[in-house]
T-cell receptor, first 112, second 115 residues
Framework: NAGVMQNPRHLVRRRGQEARLRCSPM?????VYWYRQLPEEGLKFMVY????????ESGMPKERFSAEFPKEGPSILRIQQVVRGDSAAYFC??????????FGSGTRLTVV | AQKITQTQPGMFVQEKEAVTLDCTYD???????LFWYKQPSSGEMIFLIY??????QNATEGRYSLNFQKARKSANLVISASQLGDSAMYFC????????????FGPGTSLSVIP
C-alpha cells in the first residue's frame, strides 16, 4: 500500500523557468493538499483540491502559481517564471475524508 | 481563525529523560482535532499522535503522549525516555471539523537529545 508519492524529490530550476511538482495521493484518497515550507519555518497551507475541483486556494500566491488534480493522474503544482524566493520544500498530503493527513516526502525546489 | 503557538524554538534533553514540548491553539470551534508531527533532518513529515476535542482521555502512542488541557487550549507533547533518534523538529497542528479543508501548523520546536 504505497503512501503519498511526490516527484521529483529534488528539483533545480533557473530563474524564469517553470517548475512542475507532482503528487500521487494514497490509493482511495480523493483529497489533496499542498504546503510550502520555507527554510527554518513551519508548513504554510497553499491549496486544497478534490478531483477536478479546487476547494480552497487561500494560501496560493496570486500570480505564477497554479494547481490541478485531474480526474486521472497526479495532482500538479505548477510554478511559472520561478524566482529565488520560491526555493522551498513543497509537501503534498492526501486524505480520504477531508482530514487525517498522510504526507509525501516533499519536493525540494532550488532556484538558481 | 485558527492559530497555533509553539513558544520553544529549541529544546535540549538528556537521553533517557522525558521532555515536554508546548503547544497552545486558538480556535472558536467546539469540534476540532490536534496533531503532532516530527520532521527529522531528512525532511519527511512523520505523524506522531492525534487528539480529538471530544476525546475524554489523553492520546498516547508508545513513548508519545499528548497532555490535552481543553480549558487552557493546550496540547503539549510528552516524549518519555528520549532517544537520540528523537532529535528533530516537532510541529503542532490543528484542524476544525467544521472545515475539513486544511490543517494549520505551528512554527515548530527543534529538539536535540544529548547523549
Amino acid at each position: 500500500n504505497a503512501g503519498v508519492m511526490q516527484n521529483p524529490r529534488h528539483l533545480v530550476r533557473r530563474r524564469g523557468q517553470e517548475a512542475r511538482l507532482r503528487c500521487s495521493p494514497m490509493k482511495g484518497h480523493s483529497h489533496v493538499y499542498w504546503y510550502r515550507q520555507l527554510p527554518e519555518e513551519g508548513l504554510k497551507f497553499m491549496v486544497y483540491l478534490q478531483k477536478e475541483n479546487i476547494i480552497d486556494e487561500s494560501g496560493m500566491p496570486k500570480e505564477r502559481f497554479s494547481a490541478e488534480f485531474p480526474k486521472e493522474g497526479p495532482s500538479i503544482l505548477r510554478i511559472q517564471q520561478v524566482v529565488r524566493g520560491d526555493s522551498a520544500a513543497y509537501f503534498c498530503a492526501s486524505s480520504a475524508r477531508g482530514y487525517g493527513y498522510t504526507f509525501g516526502s516533499g519536493t525540494r525546489l532550488t532556484v538558481v | 481563525a485558527q492559530k497555533i503557538t509553539q513558544t520553544q524554538p529549541g529544546m535540549f534533553v538528556q537521553e533517557k529523560e522525558a521532555v515536554t514540548l508546548d503547544c497552545t491553539y486558538d480556535t472558536s470551534d467546539q469540534s476540532y482535532g490536534l496533531f503532532w508531527y516530527k520532521q527529522p533532518s531528512s525532511g519527511e513529515m512523520i505523524f506522531l499522535i492525534y487528539q480529538g476535542s471530544y476525546d475524554e482521555q489523553n492520546a498516547t502512542e508508545g513513548r508519545y503522549s499528548l497532555n490535552f488541557q481543553k480549558a487552557r487550549k493546550s496540547a503539549n507533547l510528552v516524549i518519555s525516555a528520549s532517544q537520540l533518534g528523537d532529535s528533530a523538529m516537532y510541529f503542532c497542528a490543528s484542524y476544525m471539523k467544521t472545515s475539513y479543508d486544511k490543517v494549520i501548523f505551528g512554527p515548530g520546536t527543534s529538539l536535540s537529545v544529548i547523549p
